[in-house]
């Protein structure tokens, strides 16, 4: 029997945190640290030198060797480079040594990640310096020390500097309003995020059979199963052994790491789950999401297991999203999201919900933007995950409030009992919430939230909450410019709440956003309706979203110009990659296993024939008269994706790539997929090459 884990006692055990740094520093050395990271300026050489060396004997104190400056590039995934302690001493010996200078700044290559044409192959220097907001820990043996990635020339090459830019914009805009009501007191409002984050666990050595899987984390091809979901019964069901396991390694690495998991259970999808976080800033929700996803991927192939978290790994089933939970909090302890027991009368609330409401419905564009993958394309519209045209839910009792608010029709729910009763004596009543939940929608509001659930399992939860802080805050800086001019400030946030409203109430729908109708529903309200990335790309660069990231001080206009090139080079690359991979199982794999069959089928009746048996209408005869014009169209079709890819590689925008695989390759992918999918479900398991779906989703 496993020993328990003392939950407690290993949490945060591998995290230098704050306390930590309190007691191994002099009172004046941490206090100094501590004046200097809430003024700015540049933090004293003795000041880092004492901090790099607490640093340092902690991380040995744990077993550490190395160091890294660790640092989320435009790659959406976490980059490292590793040096030891190691020093030369007296007479050749070996000392450890950490410097300031080397917490502070290091200089990885900059050439070689995606910067969008803002650094050249020549133009090689780009710098990493500490982000003191989030805590250094240790992995594999290693500090990691978190830091920014920026260029010689001085341009953001990562994700975590907008978002640390947007949660300052979004605190001091939000103070602005706080202080219209009176609450003084607040110094800091933070944005708050909890990511859930759904995956697949499939038996490694039957995924290590197929190529797709291990090149692209999805499958190319495959044939419906006898059983996908339909019974629900994968749903919240028991954990299987190996699941189990897995969960459990997971939970205590995580919980060393500081991340708060909190919620594990099986999702919809056979061989689907997820695991929920309890909610913190959103740059340290950053942080422990990418950790998160790296610790599955590893202790998956510990337990003989593959994590996926692609956003569509198989067709049919489920995808995989991260739902992003985002709300803003006080450093005195308040929830602004939270409606409180009379919605109508919190004003406060009902300000931050229209300014929420504005902001979403004015960005749609960017919303569907913060999302945008190839992989994430597969997924969205199904299966539980919302369609691409970006709307709110914010259920009937508060749609409700602010039609009365506004003059406006409501939906007649007023005066529905709070109380839910169970009709049994010994089950105790319940508490209604405000709102349902709304699986479809893409932006709901779920109690004291939003929840965000276009975003993709694989994605960085950075540049969605970049996106999310910062049109709010400039949502909330026009509210409290228009409040701060009034002589009646309480009549005048009654104006901005019912004003607003009014205006970008179209944005909200709380019906079921998988309707055919939806869709045309949306266009007569002037909802974007963006079906693939390229659609939605070229918003990025509007006149309007350069001149709102300028205003807001977060991206300049050569920034953004540079992330949506790496977009769009990012998804054609992606769906290239897919490409080749079923040009190369379809030339090399499946054709060669279906003529086999054919063959042997074709042999068998050569072998009726002799023995004087008539096959005319034998089985092997229909069989194979099916099978022939499948495998010479599998054929045909392989090599007009071939000259699809060729003719998309030739092309020297990224752009022009992007359409070009949106327009012709993906379709001639769909051709080949069908083709090859009709043919697994005739050809012999035994000539079958790759393991089948029922092998993948039924096989932990």
Request: hydrophobic content about 40%; charged content about 25%.
């Amino acid at each position: 029997m496993e020993e328990p884990v003392n939950i407690p006692e290993i949490f945060g055990s591998l995290v230098f945190t704050d306390s930590e740094m309190k007691s191994r520093l002099p009172e004046a050395v941490y206090d100094s640290l501590k004046k200097t990271l809430s003024e700015g300026g540049e933090i004293e050489k003795d000041v880092a030198n004492a901090v790099a060396g607490a640093l340092k004997d902690w991380a040995i104190s744990k077993g550490a060797t190395h160091y890294t400056h660790w640092f989320q590039p435009l790659t959406g995934i976490t980059a490292e480079k590793h040096d030891s302690f190691i020093a030369v001493g007296p007479k050749g010996t070996a000392v450890t040594e950490f410097s300031g200078k080397a917490l502070i700044k290091g200089e990885p290559d900059a050439s070689s990640f995606p910067s969008g044409g803002l650094r050249a192959t020549f133009e090689a220097r780009g710098y990493t310096s500490w982000d003191p907001t989030s805590c250094a820990f240790i992995k594999d043996n290693c500090l990691c020390i978190p830091t920014v990635f920026r260029s010689h020339s001085g341009e953001m090459l990562d994700m975590k500097t907008p978002l640390l830019r947007s949660m300052d914009l979004i605190n001091k805009e939000a103070l602005r309003i706080l202080k219209l009501f009176g609450m003084t007191d607040v110094t800091r409002v933070v944005p708050t995020v909890g990511p859930e984050q759904e995956y697949f666990l499939v038996d490694r050595k039957a995924a290590e059979k197929r190529r797709d899987l291990m090149l692209t984390g999805r499958t190319l091809f495959g044939a419906k199963p006898p059983k996908g979901q339909e019974l629900a019964d994968h749903y919240f069901g028991s954990l299987r052994p190996r699941v189990k396991e897995f969960m459990r390694d997971l939970n205590s690495e995580l919980w060393k790491l500081g991340v708060y998991a909190k919620t594990e259970h099986n999702e919809a999808a056979p061989a689907q789950h997820e695991l929920a976080p309890i909610y913190v800033a959103a740059n340290i929700a950053a942080d422990h999401n990418q950790l998160t996803m790296e610790k599955m991927k590893i202790i998956a192939e510990d337990h003989g297991l593959l994590c996926l978290l692609h956003e569509k790994p198989f067709e049919g089933v489920n995808g995989s999203g991260k739902h992003n939970n985002w709300s803003l909090e006080t450093d005195t302890g308040l929830n602004l999201l939270r409606p409180g027991k009379d919605p109508a009368s919190n004003k406060l609330f009902l300000l931050i919900l229209v300014a929420v409401i504005s902001s979403v419905h004015k960005h749609q564009d960017l919303l569907r933007i913060a999302v945008a993958s190839a992989s994430n394309d597969n997924r969205l519209g199904g299966n539980e995950a919302p369609p691409a045209i970006v709307s709110m839910f914010i259920g009937s009792d508060l749609e409700d409030v602010l039609n009365t608010m506004a003059g406006m029709a409501s939906s007649n729910t007023k005066g529905a009992s709070r109380k839910l009763e169970s009709g049994v004596k010994s089950l105790p009543d319940i508490n209604r919430d405000t709102t349902d939940r709304n699986r479809t929608s893409p932006f709901a509001f779920t109690g004291n939230k939003f929840e965000f659930r276009m975003l993709g399992s694989s994605h960085s939860v950075a540049e969605t909450n970049v996106i999310i802080n910062t049109i709010v805050a400039d949502e909330l800086r026009s509210y409290a410019e228009f409040i701060e001019k009034a002589e009646d400030k309480a009549a005048a946030i009654d104006a901005v709440i019912v004003s607003n409203y009014k205006l970008h109430s179209p944005v909200i729908f709380n019906g079921n956003n998988y309707s055919p109708n939806w869709s045309e529903e949306a266009k007569k309200r002037g909802l974007l309706n963006l079906p693939t990335t390229p659609d939605a790309l070229p918003y990025l660069v509007s006149n309007e979203n350069i001149e709102l990231f300028a205003r807001n001080k977060i991206y300049s206009s050569a920034e953004l110009l540079s992330r949506v090139e790496v977009l769009f080079d990012k998804y054609a690359k992606e769906v290239l990659i897919e490409a080749n991979t079923m040009i190369e199982m379809s030339s090399r794999q499946i054709l060669p296993a279906v003529l086999k069959y054919q063959n042997m089928l074709v042999d068998t009746l050569k072998a009726r024939s002799e023995l004087g048996l008539r096959y005319g209408s034998s089985a092997e005869k229909l069989l194979a008269d099916r099978m022939d014009p499948l495998s010479t169209e599998l054929l045909f079709l392989t090599d007009e994706l071939k000259a699809a890819v060729s003719a998309c590689s030739v092309l020297s925008s990224s752009r022009e790539k992007a359409n070009a695989c949106r327009d012709n390759v993906i379709p001639k992918m769909a051709e080949l997929r069908k083709v090859c999918d009709s043919l697994e479900e005739i050809t012999g398991s035994e000539y079958w090459p790759i393991p089948t779906y029922a092998d993948l989703l039924y096989g932990v």
